[in-house]
């Protein structure tokens, strides 16, 4: 069963504007994690954000925040004031337990002047 | 420090040839992952070792094997290549103590098999 689950369509968004991309996992075990991961064209792996499922308050890492809805089990990444160079592919992962990261499929955003 | 380097860049590989993708860290990082990604999908765990001497299937272990006897290398090995491993393979590590579990992730290899 696929365990992260990202369906939005390429995204088009203005630049300046915020995007929110949308991210939903499924685990049983009560302690995860869960990441964002940018893939620009160059095709590197940049770690974005990262949400403990314990923690208490949604994550920020400068432009990027985490909506973490726990019941929902849903992990939007919110980018405010999106620049030129936030075009490329996101992708949400879960870690489980301790050592593993599932991947989904990501999302294409495409940031337009 | 270099942070995790990847060899080779590139490769061609002719069906039922093998190879060994290198992986080396500087981070003195206890944890090591491969991953592969299939154009236009997320990456998959391959094989993971949480130290030297350790290691452990993945997601999509067939087709590849892996050691780890130092704490800095883990070499990922194809035997007898076939068209479906035409993948990106990335590498990846992280300590055991990080407080946000994050993976920093080589640059990638990108290997076709004709």
């Known amino acids: 069963a696929q365990k992260i689950t990202q369906t939005q369509p390429g995204m088009f968004v203005q630049e300046k504007e915020a995007v929110t991309l949308d991210c939903t996992y499924d685990?049983?075990?009560?302690?995860?994690?869960l990441f964002w991961y940018k893939q620009p064209s160059s095709g590197e792996m940049i770690f974005l954000i990262y949400q403990g499922s314990y923690d208490q308050q949604n994550a920020t890492e400068g432009r990027y925040s985490l909506n973490f809805q726990k019941a929902r089990k849903s992990a939007n990444l919110v980018i405010s004031a999106s620049q030129l160079g936030d075009s490329a592919m996101y992708f949400c992962?879960?870690?489980?337990?301790?050592?593993?990261?599932?991947f989904g499929k990501g999302n294409q955003v495409v940031v337009i002047p | 420090n270099a942070g995790v380097t990847q060899t080779p860049k590139f490769r061609i590989l002719k069906i039922g040839q093998s190879m060994t993708l290198q992986c080396t860290q500087d981070m003195n990082h206890n944890y090591m992952y491969w991953y592969r990604q299939d154009p236009g999908m997320g990456l998959k765990l391959i094989y993971y070792s949480v130290g030297a001497g350790i290691t452990d299937k993945g997601e999509v272990p067939n087709g590849y094997n892996v050691s780890r006897s130092t704490t800095e290398d883990f070499p990922l090995r194809l035997e007898l290549a076939a068209p479906s491993q035409t993948s990106v393979y990335f590498c990846?590590?992280?300590?055991?103590?990080?407080?946000?579990?994050?993976?920093?992730f080589g640059p990638g290899t990108r290997l076709t098999v004709t």
């Open positions: 990846a590590s992280r300590r055991n103590r990080e407080t946000n579990y994050e993976q920093y």
């Open positions: 685990t049983s075990d009560p302690s995860y994690g």
């Open positions: 992962a879960m870690r489980e337990g301790d050592n593993r990261l599932a």
